[in-house]
């Protein structure tokens, strides 16, 4: 059976860090930071190294690579945008909608994950969708339900229907899209990011429902989630903002299981969520406000999880 967490990840530590022009046609989170592209740059690197050493001192295994000097690629902390790993000894390569973040997609990082004695026997490449124009941003745009085979996709410029149908028929998922939009700065904004809204764990969902615009498709969400022996932990629209929903949990080496998000994240819960978070797992915070702001990602986005087997 397929597991839901994993005790291994792969981060990718940013050398050209920066405010992406491309991807900002779509992520309305994006923000101008005010200092030196250089300043953005060496703050980016030092959170994800941050990162790599809170999940290292907790017994989480991290296979760490280092940004493409060369390439100049703006987004490439966000490897989830990109990459996944399967439990059937597979990867899938991802189409991504920006021009400057296709080099992303590198062979030597698939070298170093067999080094790291993961075997890797197919990659099931989807990335040609791009010149169709349609695009699959990875775990960013999926959310899986790796143990109850469902899959979510909030759809989105960055999240095409028929390229998800696709893959969780590859996969034998059931899958689940939705229309999903939040409230920001006086507009009502669609969700470019699945995990933007939704997070899954092992006995728990954090989900943000009143962002799913149709009501049917908002109550088909919970009960699929609940039917699948998940306790639904609701978020509001001001939570997933605050990227709530981009926590990701992960498993130490010894088998205890960590809730790992961004501190900024962990400041808008309530005591009441903190609580019932808490009941189920540890939660480990890390500060990454250039990342959230300049990039207008988080930890999901940051974070992919290796569900090789070794």
């Not at 989830?80 to 992303?104: G, Q, T």
């Not at 890797?120 to 169709?132: F, L, M, P, R």
């Not at 006086?186 to 149709?214: K, Q």
Request: aromatic content about 8%; overall charge negative; hydrophobic content about 40%.
């Amino acid at each position: 059976m397929d597991k839901q967490i994993a005790n291994t990840v792969l981060l990718i530590e940013p050398l050209n860090f920066g405010f992406n022009n491309e991807s900002a046609q779509y992520n309305f989170l994006q923000q101008q930071a005010g200092i030196s592209n250089q300043e953005i740059s060496a703050l980016a690197r030092t959170e994800l190294c941050c990162i790599a050493a809170a999940l290292r001192a907790k017994g989480v295994n991290v296979i760490l690579v280092q940004d493409d000097e060369f390439q100049k690629t703006p987004s490439s902390v966000f490897v989830a945008s990109w990459i996944s790993f399967h439990e059937d000894s597979r990867i899938v390569a991802y189409p991504i909608a920006c021009e400057n973040r296709k080099s992303e997609r590198r062979g030597d990082i698939l070298s170093i994950i067999v080094d790291n004695d993961f075997p890797v026997y197919d990659i099931v490449d989807i990335s040609t969708y791009e010149n169709e124009g349609k695009f699959l941003h990875g775990t960013e745009s999926v959310v899986f339900d790796r143990v109850n085979k469902v899959a979510y996709t909030a759809i989105s410029p960055v999240s095409d229907a028929s390229v998800f149908s696709e893959l969780s028929a590859k996969y034998g998922y059931f899958p689940i899209s939705f229309s999903a939009a939040l409230d920001h700065e006086g507009e009502r904004r669609p969700v470019f990011s699945t995990n933007l809204v939704l997070s899954i764990a092992d006995r728990y969902a954090i989900v943000c429902l009143e962002s799913i615009s149709n009501r049917e498709e908002r109550g088909f969400v919970r009960k699929v989630l609940v039917d699948g022996g998940k306790r639904i932990v609701e978020i509001t629209q001001e939570q997933a903002l605050k990227f709530v929903g981009s926590a990701i949990q992960l498993q130490k080496v010894n088998g205890e299981k960590l809730l790992l998000m961004s501190e900024g994240a962990y400041t808008a819960l309530s005591g009441v969520q903190i609580e019932t978070l808490r009941s189920f797992n540890e939660i480990l915070t890390v500060d990454i406000p250039i990342m959230e702001q300049v990039g207008g990602a988080s930890i999901g986005s940051v974070v992919a999880s290796v569900f090789l087997p070794k």
